[in-house]
């Protein structure tokens, strides 16, 4: 068209450029290859690699009573229970070639550098504590529990149970306006699962929320033995806490002393959902 000649002249005489068509059969768009995954390793040299000795994890699914037993371990004089922590979601990046090059030749790769990082943070917090042993409850690392045992080959796992089918009401109530039962069922379920995984890999200590709600102290003893700690009847009377709940939000709930409520009673077989029965099987609620 008359016009775009007209604009075309313009451009090239003010600026030097002009506008030409794309051809709709040109050249493919080369595909970039992504880099290969970084290997995860254990440390190379633990004692210079890791500041944090045999970190604590605890593994559950969401709605487990997790920020229930993380308060009570708080209240140990050894355990620093801080709030979900997700350092698993934090990544190193090597922003050119030569910082990668200089990198592999002091030996890292990309998931050492991020273990280190991971270990710095959580070692930090426990330093600013004063205590000895940090314990992490984040529910998502049931996710990632094979790297978090390849990061630190000496860490400790607790695996906190509770009834799915409890689990997956709890969910629902959370946040009934994001998912309906039966979604919260289903994504319930991938954390019972990956728990479940866990378990099968690693040695630990299985406790449930139903016992820790209806008899804390026998099951804080249990863990403390595990943990290879003296138990602590502070444990017990742990004082008005702060708790950040649904990660970092801004919604909090107050633990207050002597607050520890029985577990809501189990659901009836019947009422079941039946995507959770297998799992209510395979631990125990179930016949």
């Given at each position: ?23 709709r059969n040109g050249p493919p768009v080369p595909r970039v290859t992504p880099a290969p ?251």
């Amino acid at each position: 068209m008359n016009w775009q000649r007209k604009v075309n002249k313009a451009l090239v005489r003010f600026t030097g450029f002009q506008i030409r068509r794309v051809e709709r059969n040109g050249p493919p768009v080369p595909r970039v290859t992504p880099a290969p995954e970084a290997e995860i390793r254990p440390p190379a040299d633990p004692l210079a690699d890791r500041l944090l000795e045999a970190p604590v994890f605890i593994l559950s699914p969401v709605r487990s009573g997790s920020t229930l037993l993380r308060a009570l371990m708080n209240a140990h004089s050894a355990f620093h229970a801080p709030h979900e922590l997700h350092v698993r979601r934090l990544r190193v990046e090597c922003g050119t070639a030569l910082a990668t090059r200089a990198m592999a030749a002091l030996g890292h790769n990309q998931a050492d550098l991020e273990h280190l990082l991971w270990d710095r943070v959580l070692h930090r917090e426990l330093v600013r504590s004063g205590k000895r042993f940090i314990v992490d409850k984040t529910p998502a690392n049931a996710f990632a529990y094979q790297r978090i045992a390849t990061c630190w080959p000496d860490a400790r796992f607790v695996f906190l149970l509770r009834h799915p089918a409890s689990i997956a009401t709890s969910w629902h109530e959370a946040s009934p306006d994001k998912r309906t039962p039966e979604e919260a069922a289903l994504d319930a379920l991938r954390y019972m699962k990956a728990v479940q995984r866990a378990r099968a890999a690693l040695p630990g200590l299985t406790v449930r929320y139903e016992d820790l709600s209806t008899d804390p102290e026998r099951v804080t003893r249990e863990i403390c033995t595990f943990l290879d700690v003296p138990w602590e009847p502070d444990m017990l009377s742990y004082g008005e806490q702060s708790v950040l709940e649904k990660g970092l939000g801004d919604w909090r709930e107050k633990i207050r002393s002597g607050s520890v409520q029985p577990a809501r009673a189990l659901p009836d077989p019947v009422t079941v959902p039946d995507v959770l029965k297998p799992m209510c099987r395979s631990w125990g609620y179930l016949r």
